[in-house]
């Protein structure tokens, strides 16, 4: 992963890492967080805002997102000292049971709207196979 340093408004640390986690299936094993030091997890990534149960569908069902996969990934951002990202999708690609959804977690990008876009495209070169496995194009919807 890249570790370009970039400057906030959203914190005080002038550098922070680029990173993304992905969350969803992981074949033979059900659904885990993906990335960071443990290969497979179901804990959030260390300082990421958001608890497993937001990983796990809540960020879609929060937003009452009808569990109907179609490739439209919605977002939030959120955080603090870092901003992160959170990149969701209703996904029937390696689990075909419904309520299945998959995600990139991001860190390491300002807090703007205009950064989600790149932070999206930094989580899709960063889990290529994740976005080839897709039964529809991924597409980065507009926040709400």
């Known amino acids: 992963m890249s570790t ?19 969350f969803g299936f ?5 659904h885990f967080l993906q990335g960071g030091k443990d290969r497979l997890s179901l804990e959030p990534p260390p300082g990421s805002p958001w608890k497993i149960e937001h ?3 809540g960020l879609l069902r929060n937003r009452q997102v009808p569990d109907k996969p179609d490739g439209r990934v919605h977002w939030t951002c959120g955080g603090r ?4 990202f959170a990149f969701v999708w209703w996904d029937r690609s390696g ?6 959804n998959s995600g990139f977690y991001v860190k390491g990008f300002q807090a703007r709207r205009e950064d ?9 070169v ?7 496995r897709q039964l529809f194009p991924l597409v980065l919807q507009e926040a709400p």
């Open 4 to 22: 370009a340093p970039f400057e906030s408004s959203w914190n005080r640390n002038p550098v922070a890492e680029k990173f993304a986690y992905y």
């Open 26 to 30: 992981a074949p033979g094993s059900g």
């Open 55 to 57: 990983l796990d569908g």
């Open 81 to 84: 000292p870092d901003c992160w």
């Open 95 to 100: 689990d075909k049971r419904g309520a299945c």
């Open 116 to 124: 989600a876009q790149p932070a999206f495209e930094f989580a899709c």
């Open 126 to 132: 960063a889990w290529p196979r994740i976005v080839a």
